[in-house]
């Protein structure tokens, strides 16, 4: 029996649109091996755009080095390192985003970001001592590993050249996993720092007692139930050269 002209045109209606569904269902969500192969998107936080703004030489102070140890030139903090110590900012902060890009002049250097730290911490603070307070973002240069071992004998466990986050003295924090042996630390969860003389770009987030970091783009640790959560932001001279540059800071609510 022949159907009619209306029924046979819906019935071929229904056909095109169900190998339509079956299309988009499973052709256009279709990946080939190399598109799958492709690296994930890296999260590149430049600190540019609305709310972001620049630390430069007027937003430091000096806490306990000499005027030799921090020096402004060329839109760049340039440390001896020496002594052992730290340099802040005018201004605490709470919430906040940074971006930061760092090097290492020297073969095995040692520096870092402090988060969060309070007047207490460096009040009347001698030279070659650093805070008792403080979220430490480390920058470590991949040397460091190997003057290590050869000073000391041992292996080294308990910390990385990839962007440790960790709590300073009294200061607490919840670190992400994977943990350093003791549980203290956040190591990395990739290897993504570059070596002496190239720039590595660090972009920290920081919100109601949170921090993570990414390192040159993409996330790798981290901690949280951090606690003081206000402070000042400190940059660390620990005994090699190290440089400074594009710091950029950009406040939450």
Same mark, same amino acid.
Not at 1 to 6: D, I, N, Q, V
Not at 33 to 51: E, M, V, Y
């Given at each position: 029996?022949?159907?009619?002209?209306?029924f046979?045109?819906?019935s071929?209606?229904?056909?095109?649109?169900?190998l339509?569904?079956?299309? =988009?269902?499973?052709?256009?969500g279709y990946?080939s091996?190399?598109?799958?192969?492709?690296?994930?998107?890296?999260?590149?936080?430049?600190?540019?755009?609305?709310?972001w703004?620049?630390?430069g030489?007027?937003?430091f102070a000096?806490?306990?080095?000499t005027?030799e140890?921090?020096?402004?030139k060329?839109?760049?903090?340039?440390?001896?390192?020496?002594p @052992?110590?730290?340099?802040?900012t005018q201004?605490?902060?709470?919430n906040?985003?940074l971006?930061?890009e760092?090097r290492?002049?020297e073969?095995?250097?040692n520096s870092?970001?402090?988060?969060?730290v309070?007047?207490?911490?460096l009040?009347?603070?001698p030279p070659?001592?650093?805070?008792?307070?403080? @979220?430490?973002?480390?920058?470590?240069?991949?040397?460091?590993?190997?003057?290590y071992?050869?000073?000391?004998?041992?292996?080294?466990?308990f910390?990385?050249?990839?962007?440790?986050?960790?709590?300073?003295g009294?200061?607490?924090?919840?670190?992400?996993?994977?943990l350093?042996?003791?549980?203290s630390r956040?190591?990395?969860?990739?290897?993504?720092?570059?070596?002496?003389?190239?720039?590595?770009?660090?972009?920290?987030?920081?919100?109601?007692?949170?921090?993570?970091?990414? =390192?040159n783009?993409?996330?790798?640790?981290?901690?949280?139930?951090?606690?003081?959560?206000?402070?000042y932001l400190c940059?660390?001279a620990?005994g090699?050269p190290v440089?400074?540059?594009?710091?950029?800071?950009?406040?939450?609510p």
């Open positions: 029996m022949s159907l009619p002209k209306s046979q045109t819906f071929f209606l229904k056909t095109i649109g169900f339509g569904s079956i299309f =988009v269902l499973f052709g256009y990946l091996p190399a598109q799958q192969s492709q690296p994930a998107p890296k999260a590149f936080i430049d600190g540019t755009g609305p709310g703004r620049t630390l030489e007027k937003d000096p806490v306990n080095g005027p140890t921090w020096v402004w060329d839109d760049m903090w340039h440390s001896t390192g020496k @052992i110590g730290v340099f802040r201004q605490k902060f709470t906040f985003e971006v930061a760092w290492h002049l073969f095995g250097g870092g970001i402090f988060a969060w309070p007047d207490e911490a009040k009347d603070l070659d001592k650093l805070p008792n307070y403080g @979220i430490e973002i480390q920058a470590l240069d991949h040397g460091y590993e190997t003057l071992e050869k000073r000391t004998g041992k292996k080294r466990d910390f990385t050249t990839n962007g440790d986050v960790f709590a300073v009294k200061s607490k924090m919840t670190p992400f996993p994977p350093s042996p003791n549980g956040s190591f990395p969860r990739k290897n993504l720092s570059k070596g002496v003389g190239e720039w590595n770009h660090y972009y920290v987030r920081a919100i109601n007692g949170e921090i993570r970091l990414w =390192v783009g993409e996330e790798v640790s981290g901690g949280n139930n951090c606690e003081p959560r206000t402070g940059l660390e620990e090699s440089e400074f540059k594009n710091i950029r800071i950009r406040e939450l």
